[in-house]
């Protein structure tokens, strides 16, 4: 049985106890159509330990690791802290010596693991959470009186929530809003309804938009979750002009309907200092993770970086 066969059977014995970034179906998803393996670590007793699965790519015959589409975090798992010492440094000896000549990966904030990795170097990034979403009325305490409440109760009063948004409409509704910025959707509609639908199938997405009287959706959000958190992936305004609060509302409406669903609500953070006050006036805090990287040598890295691959 080969690794991936082996990394299947383990997300299906283990389930929420490996992030929804890690999981056998997620990979299966965002890399269709391109390369990805795991490498495992095993205990004593056979059992694997620690696992990490990964994206390849190729270009020129080089061979890399990155972070896959849509995916916020990747990085290891751990069956319990007392294995990440000996398999941190398993992976990152895999990683350095198989042939790979650049890598690049976000670490989850769970894991404060990049300390282990040898001569890989590692920076700080910020995404912005509510810890604690069970309690909707409280979470919505927390938002900023006038700059997210009352745009809120404003915005009731003529929008609607839209339950049965199809993926390929919100794909096609995703690239409208970025080519009235000028500028072209990085992600294809044909990628975009797929991620869409395979998580919705699983019971793992929600896609909502809200829209006015007369049928105009005026925003629309994509969410992944599992029961640890839920972590904002999409969203799309109207790009022929949208309520001014039509954005905080599909938040709000969001976080209410995944209060029973999950724990947290990841907004997918932002280094940019504009868009995090945006979060942080949802009563979101700054969570850290790791941006992990690791060159071969000085020459990989300027080929790299002149390639923009690292990203």
């Known amino acids: 049985m080969g690794n991936k066969e082996i ?6 014995t283990e389930g ?37 699965p990964y994206l390849t790519g190729k270009r020129w015959g080089m061979r890399y690791v990155l972070q896959p589409q849509l995916t ?56 912005y959470r509510i810890e604690d979403i069970t309690d909707p009325q409280r979470v919505f305490e927390g938002f900023d009186k006038q700059r997210r409440q009352r745009p809120i109760r404003r915005a009731e009063k003529v929008l609607t929530v839209v339950e049965d948004v ?34 919705l199938a699983r019971r793992q997405g929600m896609l909502l938009g809200v829209a006015d009287g007369e049928g105009k959706m005026h925003a629309a959000r994509f969410v992944v979750y599992d029961s640890n958190s839920a972590y904002s992936l999409l969203s799309a305004l109207n790009p022929e002009g949208h309520h001014n609060g039509a954005s905080a509302l599909l938040f709000w409406r969001m976080i209410e309907r995944l209060s029973g669903q999950t724990q947290a609500f990841d907004f997918e953070g932002s280094m940019d200092p504009s868009i ?36």
């Open 16 to 52: 929420s106890a490996i992030p929804l970034f890690l999981q056998y179906w997620w990979m299966e998803t965002v890399c269709a159509g391109k390369e990805w393996d795991v490498v495992l670590a095993k205990a004593p007793d056979g059992r694997v330990a620690a696992a990490m």
């Open 276 to 311: 995090a006050f945006s979060y942080s006036l949802y009563g979101a805090r700054p969570v850290g993770y790791q941006h992990v990287v690791y060159y071969r040598n000085r020459l990989v890295e300027r080929l790299f970086r002149t390639l923009k691959l690292n990203i």
């Open 72 to 127: 916020q975090y990747c990085g290891p798992w751990y069956r319990s802290k007392s294995a990440m010492g000996d398999a941190s440094v398993q992976f990152s000896g895999y990683f350095s010596h198989h042939g790979f000549l650049f890598f690049s990966q976000n670490f989850s904030p769970a894991l404060n693991d990049a300390r282990h990795w040898g001569e890989y170097t590692y920076t700080e990034r910020i995404t």
């Open 7 to 12: 990394y299947k059977k383990l997300c299906e």
């Open 166 to 199: 199809k993926p390929e409409e919100f794909a096609r509704f995703h690239a409208a809003y970025w080519a009235s910025r000028g500028q072209h959707d990085l992600l294809s509609q044909e990628f975009i309804t797929h991620v869409v639908r395979t998580a």
